[in-house]
């Protein structure tokens, strides 16, 4: 089995430079600076790791293995273990934001999917492994939902597009490392 190291950095968000850092606040719009900084980080921003894992009747498993909340991004630890005789793809529309992360406040948290894949494609019998980076800090929350595929069907063995809908304990999470 040959294993694909997934690289989720920023390169789908057009990694281009902003001026935003050198206006000052009374010229930037309020929704920037009401957003600025690291206060509130999820964890206080540290890593944490998960123990999650589903497995889609079509034989790709998913597991979690980690979680963290940095002050532009919310990062999560993959890996993808496609047992198919055929590729599947994890972001079939790329354009329409079928992958996030929906908060239980109600936001979401949109994928960045890297720009060497922007499907999120495994192939037959492949491993891939890596991050996945979504759109924005991670707020203090109980918990949130992975959403993959959004509208991918969940219960078919026959898909190529499987939909993952997976619940994240982040309070328990949180909490753990606390104790």
């Known amino acids: 089995m040959v294993t694909t ?40 921003g ?10 889609h009747p079509n034989g790709v498993v998913l597991q979690l293995t980690s ?4 002050p532009t991004e ?13 590729a599947i793809e ?3 529309f790329n354009s329409n934001r079928d992958g996030y992360l929906a908060l239980d406040t109600g936001e979401r948290l949109y994928l960045s999917p ?18 996945l980076v979504f759109l924005g800090k991670l ?8 959403i993959l595929n959004e509208n991918g069907q969940t219960d078919s063995q026959y898909t190529t597009t499987p939909g993952y809908r997976i619940n994240l304990p ?6 753990a490392a606390a104790r």
């Open 114 to 131: 890297p720009g060497n894949n922007p499907r999120l494609s495994v192939e037959a019998g492949q491993t891939l492994e890596g991050e």
């Open 139 to 146: 707020p203090q929350s109980q918990s949130a939902v992975l």
């Open 170 to 175: 982040l309070g328990t999470v949180a909490g």
């Open 74 to 86: 919310t990062v999560l630890g993959v890996r993808v273990i496609n047992g198919r005789d055929r």
């Open 5 to 44: 190291l997934l690289s989720c950095g920023l390169i789908g968000c057009g990694g281009g430079t902003s001026d935003a850092g050198n206006q000052s606040a009374e010229q930037l719009p309020p929704s920037v600076v009401a957003t600025s900084g690291t206060g509130a980080l999820w964890a206080n």
């Open 90 to 92: 994890l972001n079939r």
């Open 46 to 55: 540290a890593k944490k790791a998960l123990d999650l894992q589903s497995a």
């Open 67 to 70: 979680v963290q909340s940095r």
